[in-house]
């Protein structure tokens, strides 16, 4: 989504109503050549993970490794899980980091929820309601 948003601003010079995400982190180094605490935290919220989908799952985790954002300025709104895993813990920061890619205005809404409850249904019933207030 942010790098979507990004080149529609910066490539075709299009104008974007509102960049949100939902508890998104531009950089997840935490995991960088630590393939099992990876799978770990996969087991622990998939206990019947077969063996094939966590070698797609850490194939995947490579990718977004070695992904840096690019550089915007435009106003981001980020809900952000209040819950967080200990991995993620152990970074401290307002906006889950999005500030040293964002210059533009950040606004950030705290939910009571965890990364995978974020999305749930009485999770999203907060997300929708602030939505809906920005945009009328």
Not at 13 to 22: F, G, H, N, P, R
Not at 31 to 41: G, I, K, P
Not at 63 to 80: A, C, D, G, I, Q
Not at 92 to 100: C, D, E, L, M
Request: charged residues 20%.
């Amino acid at each position: 989504v942010y790098e979507i948003a990004n080149m529609l601003l910066n490539k075709y010079s299009e104008k974007i109503a509102m960049l949100s995400m939902i508890d998104s982190w531009p950089h997840i180094n935490h995991f960088r050549s630590n393939e099992q605490a990876l799978l770990n935290m996969f087991h622990k919220f998939h206990e019947n993970l077969p063996p094939r989908l966590s070698d797609l799952a850490w194939a995947r985790m490579k990718l977004l490794l070695n992904y840096t954002p690019s550089l915007m300025h435009h106003e981001m709104v980020l809900f952000k899980a209040s819950r967080l895993i200990s991995l993620y813990k152990k970074i401290k920061h307002s906006v889950n980091g999005w500030s040293a890619y964002n210059s533009g205005n950040i606004i950030c809404k705290t939910i009571d929820a965890d990364h995978l409850s974020i999305v749930n249904s009485e999770a999203i019933q907060v997300v929708l309601k602030f939505l809906q207030k920005k945009i009328t």
